[in-house]
């Protein structure tokens, strides 16, 4: 279920949100997409006087590598006993 926002609306902090406020400004919508991956934990900061270095974190990235490893393995053992109870069938019918 979706809430109604106000104008005081803010980001999510720690939320991978992809939707852009039409009544923000450009360099509001830009400021939010640099920033995201920082939220999200996928990159790290460090700030050097005014250059900004950013470094990749790949624990979240490896956390989603195995779930998408797990899920993988899952559909990939049903859709072969699929295709084997699909091709025995058909031996059965010729």
């Given at each position: 279920m979706r809430r109604e926002t106000k104008a005081a609306w803010k980001w999510q902090d720690g939320v991978f949100d992809r939707l852009l406020?039409?009544?923000?400004?450009?360099?509001?919508?830009?400021?939010?997409?640099?920033?995201?991956?920082?939220?999200?934990?996928l990159v790290r900061r460090s700030v050097q006087g005014?250059?900004?270095?950013?470094?990749?974190?790949?624990?979240?990235?490896?956390?989603a590598s195995e779930w998408l490893e797990h899920y993988r393995?899952?559909?990939?053992?049903?859709?072969?006993?699929?295709?084997?109870l699909v091709t025995s069938r058909k031996r059965k019918r010729k």
């Amino acid at each position: 279920m979706r809430r109604e926002t106000k104008a005081a609306w803010k980001w999510q902090d720690g939320v991978f949100d992809r939707l852009l406020r039409r009544d923000e400004s450009a360099e509001s919508k830009w400021i939010y997409m640099r920033e995201d991956p920082v939220r999200a934990g996928l990159v790290r900061r460090s700030v050097q006087g005014r250059d900004h270095l950013l470094s990749l974190n790949a624990g979240p990235l490896a956390d989603a590598s195995e779930w998408l490893e797990h899920y993988r393995r899952f559909w990939e053992d049903r859709l072969a006993a699929l295709e084997k109870l699909v091709t025995s069938r058909k031996r059965k019918r010729k």
